[in-house]
């Protein structure tokens, strides 16, 4: 199956390759994983999801697109804008969200196909993930103890699945960085590198 923006997220896309989210749908329940893939069930869609995926679709540049498929996004709006205006008004955070936008790749990983999409993509540079997350203080994950926002999230091994998948299709191993940035009242802003682990 070849994979474009519009089937990305499909049934039909879900049900051939993982990616990440359903690395952490396995992660915290099987039976609810197998129902997503088999659009038997659907996530109820939060204010903060909402607000994560309208900062998303604007630096994607589907702002437009968004908007009509999610008319609820008025009462996010003011928060986001200003989330946006962060990055925005910062030219080293601009820097790294210059790469190819949204660029998608295929790979194997353990005999498993694996898709990634990645928002900013520099080639034979970096790969660069754009997060919005409430804070960046650590958090307790049951059988972790606390652990650090990216560690909760499991951004860790998102890093090193686009890793892989990189080097599968440019034989290059590139650094992975996360550019983050907070839904407090006051957006903080900042750029992680993450390194990959040596096996």
Not at 109 to 120: F, M, Q, R, V, W
Request: hydrophobic share 35%.
């Amino acid at each position: 199956m070849k994979l474009t923006a519009e089937n990305y997220y499909s049934v039909e896309a879900q049900k051939h390759y993982m990616g990440y989210s359903q690395f952490k749908d396995f992660s915290e329940c099987e039976y609810k994983a197998m129902a997503i893939i088999n659009g038997d069930y659907q996530k109820k869609q939060t204010d903060a999801m909402l607000l994560g995926s309208y900062v998303d679709a604007h630096f994607e540049g589907n702002l437009r697109l968004f908007k009509a498929q999610n008319p609820d996004y008025k009462r996010i709006k003011a928060k986001a804008d200003k989330i946006i205006s962060c990055v925005e008004d910062d030219d080293f955070m601009m820097k790294y969200m210059s790469g190819q936008k949204q660029v998608i790749m295929t790979g194997i990983i353990e005999g498993i196909p694996i898709k990634i999409k990645i928002d900013s993509f520099h080639p034979g540079k970096a790969i660069v993930d754009f997060k919005t997350t409430k804070d960046f203080e650590p958090s307790f994950v049951k059988e972790k103890g606390v652990v650090s926002w990216i560690e909760a999230w499991m951004y860790d091994m998102q890093a090193a699945v686009y890793q892989e998948i990189v080097y599968q299709n440019t034989g290059e191993r590139l650094p992975y960085y996360i550019e983050a940035v907070t839904k407090e009242e006051v957006p903080d802003k900042n750029i992680m590198r993450k390194m990959r682990k040596q096996t």
